[in-house]
């Protein structure tokens, strides 16, 4: 039988598990795990915020997540989605905005910064770090990203759109 690894532990490996949209982030830099703690009934449970009502992304992301579980040791582990609080961009860690605009997504504005800033105008370009940018498409790649272009080197990029 596998060790059964401590909830904290448990926490520190589902964390690293990769965003299946956004690859180069993982879900705790996300900030979409609320909590890893062992249940009254004695399960592991996973707690998760999704990004937004119906991400499509939700069933891979409760799949790796119970995979994780089971190599924790705990294969019997559950995961339960909360709504409420609802997710925010502000809940992206400093090292997730940090690895979006090194993979050239510009990460969002604070949810409390002004409207244009949260839209994406003044968005910092990733590619040569202007603020000279515009939106391009309100839809990216996925759901939470949007498109701009940057007015000075006129690379297009994602931005994730603040919520």
Not at 43 to 54: A, K, L, Q, R, S
Not at 81 to 93: E, N
């Amino acid at each position: 039988m596998r060790e059964r690894l401590a909830p904290e532990e448990v926490r520190e490996r589902v964390g690293a598990v990769p965003d299946p949209e956004l690859p180069l982030i993982t879900l705790a830099e996300l900030g979409v795990v609320r909590e890893v703690a062992e249940a009254p009934d004695g399960i592991v449970e996973v707690v998760v915020t999704p990004t937004y009502t119906g991400c499509p992304a939700m069933d891979i992301i409760v799949a790796d997540i119970k995979a994780e579980l089971a190599r924790c040791g705990h294969p019997d582990g559950r995961v339960r989605t909360v709504l409420a609080p609802a997710w925010t961009t502000d809940w992206i860690t400093d090292e997730g905005r940090r690895k979006l605009a090194e993979n050239g997504i510009s990460p969002p504005g604070s949810r409390t910064a002004p409207l244009e800033v949260r839209l994406g105008t003044g968005a910092v370009c990733p590619h040569c770090g202007s603020t000279a940018t515009r939106p391009q498409s309100p839809f990216g790649v996925t759901r939470c990203q949007s498109v701009l272009v940057c007015v000075a080197c006129r690379e297009t990029f994602g931005h994730m759109k603040a919520i």
